[in-house]
Nanobody
Framework: QVQLVESGGRLVQAGGSLRLSCAAS????????MAWFRQAPGKEREFVAT????????DYADSVKGRFAISRDNAKNTVYLQMNSLKPEDTAVYYC???????????????WGQGTQVTVSS
């Protein structure tokens, strides 16, 4: 089992920045690809960003490319999402996920956090 706890979500004005953190415990963190997904009210949970086990590969949803950056610190068992130039449409609950397969699909991830709310005001 892997336990994931997100933090860092809050209310921010459009154009602002936030850094989300996800602390992992349980099994070896470096064995897992990590990702961030988000879910806005009334919408499906969607892929945001992913990072490989050794952090040598990252990928992003088109909607956040150039604005968001995912990173990880395997020594601290933590993955981060730096979000810049935030827009109202970025408002959602952001979820951290860990998986052996990874990728853009939810079924590539075995473990999920409880989510952290990000609200971007216009």
């Amino acid at each position: 089992q892997v336990q994931l706890v997100e933090s860092g979500g809050r209310l921010v004005q459009a154009g602002g920045s936030l850094r989300l953190s996800c602390a992992a415990s349980g099994r070896t963190f470096s064995n897992y690809a990590m990702a961030w997904f988000r879910q806005a009210p009334g919408k499906e949970r969607e892929f945001v960003a992913t990072i490989s086990r050794s952090a040598d590969y990252t990928d992003y949803a088109d909607s956040v490319k150039g604005r968001f950056a995912i990173s990880r610190d395997n020594a601290k068992n933590t993955v981060y999402l730096q979000m810049n130039s935030l827009k109202p449409e970025d408002t959602a609950v952001y979820y951290c996920a860990a998986g052996l397969r990874g990728g853009h699909r939810k079924n590539g991830y075995n473990y999920w956090g409880q989510g952290t709310q990000v609200t971007v005001s216009s």
